[in-house]
T-cell receptor, first 115, second 114 residues
Framework: DVKVTQSSRYLVKRTGEKVFLECVQD?????MFWYRQDPGLGLRLIYF???????EKGDIPEGYSVSREKKERFSLILESASTNQTSMYLC??????????????FGPGTRLTVL | GNSVTQMEGPVTLSEEAFLTINCTYT??????LFWYVQYPGEGLQLLLK?????DKGSNKGFEATYRKETTSFHLEKGSVQVSDSAVYFC?????????????FGKGTHLIIQP
């Protein structure tokens, strides 16, 4: 069974802290993505990666960075957390080939609260 | 740029009612279209997809047809159940290989009452 896991389901941090959100997939997918989900705004793409050590900005990259040192792992970093980064963060992965090449598989999400 | 517009809801129906959730899109290329579902407390799951015009995606009694002439991908189900209560997202991808992210609508919260 395909799986995308995220390091925490719930996280509470203080303003100014450095925050790491980890995502791991076991499907040998090339592409990985980070989205944030907010009520009334749907899902918005923060960053994505199509290969190890490669990264591309999505629609709302400000205040975030990412790291992809291994194919299976994609980390989202909040260098200095702010209250407006309180949100649900969703990781996803997809393959670049095969029958389901354009289908994204999602993790369960991390609900981050910044106080 | 790409965009997806869907009715936001909440949409409240009685069990066994007919469901339609409208979705229209704008895209620069020739996109693939998706419906994802998010049950309470969970991540998104792919419900169905269509990759070319006139394709019909179907799963779990849900259907949607890719209509290029009206740029639409409306979700339908003939008889909904309480277990269908969830948030439904329409999305598109216009990159081959899915290397870019999906563009999502804002989601439609569906509530089915017994």
């Amino acid at each position: 069974d395909v799986k995308v896991t995220q390091s925490s389901r719930y996280l509470v941090k203080r303003t100014g802290e450095k925050v790491f959100l980890e995502c791991v997939q076991d499907m040998d997918h090339e592409n990985m993505f980070w989205y944030r989900q907010d009520p009334g705004l749907g899902l918005r793409l923060i960053y994505f990666s199509y290969d190890v050590k490669m990264k591309e900005k999505g629609d709302i990259p400000e205040g975030y960075s990412v790291s992809r040192e291994k194919k299976e792992r994609f980390s989202l970093i909040l260098e200095s957390a702010s209250t407006n980064q309180t949100s649900m963060y969703l990781c996803a992965s997809s393959s670049q080939s095969g029958r389901n090449y354009n289908e994204q598989f999602f993790g369960p999400g991390t609900r981050l609260t910044v106080l | 740029g790409n965009s997806v517009t869907q009715m936001e809801g909440p949409v409240t129906l009685s069990e066994e009612a007919f469901l339609t959730i409208n979705c229209t899109y704008t895209a620069t290329g020739y996109p693939s279209l998706f419906w994802y579902v998010q049950y309470p407390g969970e991540g998104l799951q792919l419900l169905l997809k269509a990759t070319k015009a006139d394709d019909k995606g179907s799963n779990k009694g849900f259907e949607a047809t890719y209509r290029k002439e009206t740029t639409s991908f409306h979700l339908e189900k003939g008889s909904v159940q309480v277990s269908d209560s969830a948030v439904y997202f329409c999305a598109l991808s216009d990159s081959g290989g899915g290397a870019d992210g999906l563009t999502f609508g804002k989601g439609t919260h569906l509530i089915i009452q017994p």
